[in-house]
Every structure is written in C-alpha cells, then in structure tokens.
C-alpha cells in the first residue's frame, strides 16, 4: 500500500481531482489529507461532497484544520467569526448557503469526524499545524494547538541545518517522531512552491488558497504531484489574494 500526503486544500475540488489523476492513486492507496477542505474558492460545498463520496472506495485520513473548525462553528451556530469571513469564509459561506441548511447535516457529521493527528506504523507524525509540548502529542495541553500552532514551523525554520537528529541541542519535540507532516503555513502565497523539509518536518501547504497550486507527496519515495496553479482553475475568483 502506497501512503500519500495532500495539503490545504481551501475549496479547491477541481484541483483535488487533477491530483488523483497525475499521482495515479488506485483504491489501494492510503490518502492523507492535513486539513483545511475549504475557505478560499466557491466550492467549498461540492468538495466537501467528493471527499465524502472519495472516502467510501479509498482508504482516507482526514486531519482537522482551523478553517474547517471556523465553518463548523458557523454552520452550528450562526456565528460569522469576522475573522473567518476576512480569510475566506466568505466563498465559503455562501456555497453552504446556495445549496440550503437541509443538506449541510452530512457535512457538520464530517467535520466533527475530523482527527486532530495521525501516527503511522513507521512513526511518522500527520498534523495540520503543529503541537508544542517538548514531550510529543500525547501531552499537548491546549488541543487547538493541533490546527492553529504556527510555532513548530517557524522553530525548524530556524535550526540550524548543520545540526543532527540526536545532537543536544535538536529540538526536544521532533525527536519523538521519525518525521512530521503539516500544512497551515503556506510556503509561499505568490507563485511556484514545492514541499519543504526542514529538520525532520516536512510543510506540504504550497499556497492553494492564494496563487499556488495543491500538493500531493508519496510519503516513502517523497515524489510529489502538484495541481495547476488553484487560482486558474477558478478564473474571476479572488479566492484569498
């Protein structure tokens, strides 16, 4: 069984599909997904439907991210987060509201079947952002930390390369895990991007919310596959830009 990551997909179904087709993904295949299904471009609604109906012939992981955590908030409470509105929930918003309340019930099931993370057999950490506990996930205080934490990110940003797995001075948390997966900070929101690994963390978020494309990432050979660039995909969009 092939293992593939994607990263933040922000509405964008379109770019999901090509995805599939250029990786070559079988029912045999385990998808990962870091989270973030919407927010950004008009089908947030029609994704949250393919992976749905995605999830019944593939064997599917499905991360929880902070704007899908700002969407269940609304859809089961009305509340539009001014927050969640400025970065995207607005396409968002109005997806949901065009196809009518009657058939958001499967979807408000979906986002609360959300994982926070996932350990694999071979140790390998998926999470959408990050955790800061110097002892490992199972000791985060703070749960949110799992899809809103920026720090872990800027942290193996700032290693030096030079410095080893087992040196002293390694970051006490990623010794725990023979590599990290996440998402939630774009690499880059203005062009071409391509994962990142920095330390024994790899970043799959390529910007498909602004003007990169989605990423998917074989996580044994680290071969990746990337949509068009997202914003094309929905000419005369704003999306996050």
């Given at each position: 069984?092939?293992?593939?990551?994607?990263?933040?997909?922000?509405?964008?179904k379109k770019a999901i599909v090509q995805l599939l087709e250029r990786a070559e993904i079988t029912g045999n295949d385990h998808l990962i997904f870091l989270g973030d299904y919407v927010d950004s471009w008009s089908?947030?609604?029609?994704?949250?439907?393919?992976?749905?109906?995605?999830?019944?012939?593939h064997k599917c992981t499905f991360l929880r991210g902070n704007h899908d955590e700002l969407c269940k908030e609304w859809m089961l409470t009305?509340?539009?987060?001014?927050?969640?509105?400025?970065?995207?929930?607005?396409?968002?918003?109005?997806?949901?509201?065009?196809?009518?309340?009657?058939?958001?019930?499967?979807?408000?099931?979906?986002?609360?079947?959300?994982?926070?993370?996932?350990?694999?057999?071979e140790n390998r950490l998926y999470l959408h952002a990050g955790f800061t506990n110097l002892k490992g996930i199972k000791y985060e205080y703070f749960k949110e930390n799992f899809y809103w934490d920026?720090?872990?990110?800027?942290?193996?940003?700032?290693?030096n390369?030079?410095?080893?797995?087992?040196?002293?001075?390694?970051?006490?948390?990623?010794?725990?895990?023979?590599?990290?997966?996440?998402?939630?900070?774009?690499?880059?929101?203005?062009?071409?991007?391509i994962p990142q690994k920095r330390a024994n963390v790899w970043n799959i978020d390529t910007g498909a919310a602004f003007k990169g494309p989605l990423t998917i990432l074989n996580v044994k050979t680290k071969e990746f596959w990337q949509s068009d660039p997202v914003y094309k995909l929905y000419p005369g969009e704003k999306g996050r830009n």
């Open positions: 069984m092939r293992r593939f990551v994607i990263g933040d997909v922000h509405s964008g089908e947030a609604f029609e994704t949250i439907e393919f992976l749905m109906t995605l999830q019944k012939t009305g509340y539009e987060n001014p927050q969640w509105l400025a970065h995207g929930g607005i396409a968002t918003r109005d997806s949901y509201l065009k196809v009518g309340k009657e058939y958001w019930e499967p979807h408000i099931k979906f986002y609360k079947s959300l994982e926070n993370n996932y350990l694999d057999e920026r720090t872990l990110w800027e942290l193996v940003k700032a290693i390369p030079a410095l080893k797995f087992k040196d002293k001075d390694f970051p006490p948390r990623l010794t725990h895990y023979k590599e990290v997966f996440i998402g939630h900070t774009p690499i880059s929101k203005i062009g071409d991007a």
